[in-house]
């Protein structure tokens, strides 16, 4: 007997079991993209590409808190395969009563590794002593402009400074959510000595050099002399580097992805364990699926206690109610996931942070399969679980 | 009659299954909550672990800047009359051209107790502090504008202009290494103001915090006191960021709750259809399968948040103990505090009971022979 054409399932009921799929793959998606846009968002900070390498403090805990000697640049710029060097210091600030993050630089040799899209103002340059530029989300949460004065107080150490907005850029990455100032600012604001940064970054000839190569020659290289216009000579004209002693064993060269990745993993973040929990979230909003799909088919008892009567198998029963409910169940998984998306859309754009970086939420189609699965699974089995009860009566 | 009838719905096979389905909820929302409070308490103590300072600064409170600032010099007073300070430094910051014999800019100018100042710095400096008829000048903007001990600068403001001899270069790691530091007097006059000052920074001795508060109530309503050291804001803020994305996920898993005392309402009514209405027959009040079906869903929801309370925490808690038994560094301490717990139960009751007063409101209008959707 073939049921394809009895419409016994009311449309209400299905569209309830609909709504709560469509909430339990909302969660899922959520959850799934919220904490991957928070490990995307961190695994990009200081880049994609992989010709760019963090020189760093392996001893720090944070990416934010280590300090290397800022002598390591006349080492690292005379390697062959070094094509640029950029020293950074990364200082957490309050500006306006907000939470902010100071990047330290060398506007000439930042620019070289992070080309920025001045919007309004001028570009910074190291010896603009009170200036700084602000990227285009900081400016639009703190409605800074240029010309436009700030109180910006220390959290690392005692320190208050005024700063003079000289330019707003767009950077399309964290750094958006950043302010730059020349290096010696971020060490004012970072209480560290003009000798130290927080990280090198370095562009690198792949076909020459890789991070580990790198550090085996940053260990060996004795401090040269820097004859051209480097890096260490533009700070030099204005602050005077003293020699200190390097301890290579110290020191760490990675990757920028990879040492983000680095500290991630150390607080036990990795895609992994963010999938195993969106999808055990998933498994535990599934006992209402399960209630959902038994609800639904004691409310139809005797719609299929008369098919039973008329000689539907508990076979085609079983079947037929499956093939029904199966196609609500993908259009709410996508529904959810679609919800899901808005929803963090509407919270990205409102500006939602963590760690003062706005989080970037992004559709995976892995999440969008395995949401679809997993929907798709636990319906099958609630509506074959409630069904056999139903037909063994 | 009441009594019976709750009685008999609570023994109905689906109870369980109901306090189950809500208990897994908050369960995600418990475990959750917990570890996100583990890493907001992580990053609390970090910040203990800092040496926060005991600088302040008074400002106007309209100001955004210590540029923009204008304070009432004798405020300092009134400051060292309240508080044991190690050190009270009214200061002048503005603007000023800067003309030397190789070149002209326009610098920030500190007018200060310039000995003082330097000593509150602990400034390396070459040379001394400067006295009446002379300045310091940072570190950088010396190099900066090839500025020497000893020699001779000139400083304008609008019409105003004094000369002053370099009596140092001075090393702060502040902001000051790109200043030109005079004795308040030369402030006093190229600004041709004696009476207000830009801001005050003082220090206060150890265990003086506590009389920050009641400085504060003393002070004229137009300024503010900022600590130089932001530590527990940043955290704080921080934390607050967590802490949003967390709220907007909690709605989600609400918005699940109050799906699934529907249908735990929706399931009771169809299973003891029968039930209700011979209630109904013997001369129960009509309201009555309302009560008892809102009343069955609110003691599910409870029992459901209660136990979801127990099976997170402590579900979050072994799966923490795994982790730090397989991988020594992760270290995870899942809590809970008391109004949190209360909160969860509190929102979970309130999502229930929205979730199952329209079945509950079905119930008592349906008959014996209607369903309830």
Sequence with gaps: ?393 | MRTLSFRMLLRKSGTVESILAIALIVAILASITSVVNHINSQAKSMGKLLNVGETFLIISKNSTSITDSKVDAELVSLIRNNIDTRYVLPQKIFEAGLVTTSNRSTVLVRGVDTRAFLEARNAQVNGVPANDTQANVGEILARLVSINEGDEVNIAVDSQTVTVEVAGIVKTFTQSDTELIVPMSIANELTEDNVEVSFIEFAIEDGEQAEIDNLSGRLPANVKIVETQQTQAFIQDVNNQTISFLNLWSIAVYAIVAAASYIVAARLTIESCYELTMLKALGANPTLPFKLILSFTIVTALLGSVLGLAVGLSGAQIISSVTKWIWKNIQVAPTLEIQQTAQIILLTLASSILGSVYPAFKAMRKTYTELPL
Excluded: C
């Design chain 1, 1 to 393: 007997m073939r049921l394809v054409g009895f419409r016994y399932l009311q449309r209400q009921s299905l569209l309830f079991l609909t709504v709560v799929l469509l909430l339990a793959s909302v969660l899922f998606s959520i959850t799934a993209f919220g904490f991957f846009g928070f490990y995307q968002t961190f695994y990009t900070y200081l880049g994609e590409g992989d010709d760019v390498v963090v020189i760093y403090d392996k001893r720090s805990t944070t990416p934010f808190t280590g300090i290397i000697q800022l002598q390591l640049i006349a080492r690292i710029e005379n390697i062959s395969g070094v094509l640029a060097t950029s020293p950074e210091i990364i200082a957490p600030t309050i500006i306006k009563d907000k939470s902010v993050f100071l990047r330290g630089v060398i506007p000439e040799e930042f620019g070289k590794l992070n080309p920025l899209t001045i919007i309004n103002g001028e570009t910074l340059q190291l010896g603009d002593v009170q200036s700084t530029i602000v990227g285009k989300k900081l400016a639009e949460t703190l409605h800074l402009t240029v010309g436009h004065k700030l109180l910006v107080l220390g959290v690392l150490a005692e320190r208050y400074l005024t700063l003079e907005i000289k330019g707003t850029y767009e950077s399309n990455s964290a750094l958006d959510d950043e302010a730059i100032v020349p290096l010696y600012v971020g060490q004012w604001l970072r209480g560290a000595d003009y000798e130290s940064a927080t990280l090198i970054r370095a562009k690198i000839d792949r076909s020459e050099l890789t991070s580990a190569l790198l550090y085996e020659a940053i260990a060996k290289a004795e401090t040269p002399q820097s004859d051209g216009k480097t890096g260490l000579t533009l700070i030099e004209e204005i602050i005077p580097i003293s020699n200190t002693a390097i301890n290579p064993k110290n020191l760490s060269v990675k990757e920028t992805q990879q040492f983000m990745k680095t500290y991630l993993d150390r607080y036990g973040v990795t895609p992994q364990t963010l999938l195993i929990l969106s999808v055990i979230i998933f498994i535990f909003t599934s006992a209402t699926v399960l209630g959902a799909s038994h609800t639904l088919i004691r409310q139809h008892e005797h719609e299929t206690a008369v098919l039973r009567s008329l000689g539907a198998s508990a076979k085609t029963l079983k079947l037929d109610v499956t093939m029904k409910t199966l196609p609500w169940s993908i259009i709410a998984s996508l529904i959810g996931v679609f919800v899901a998306e808005a929803m963090l859309l509407v919270v990205e754009t409102s500006g939602a942070q963590a760690l003062s970086h706005t989080i970037h939420f992004q559709l995976n189609p892995l999440f969008i399969a395995l949401n679809i699965l997993l929907v798709f699974m636990i319906v099958f089995s609630s509506v074959l679980r409630s069904a056999k009860k139903l037909t063994s009566k």
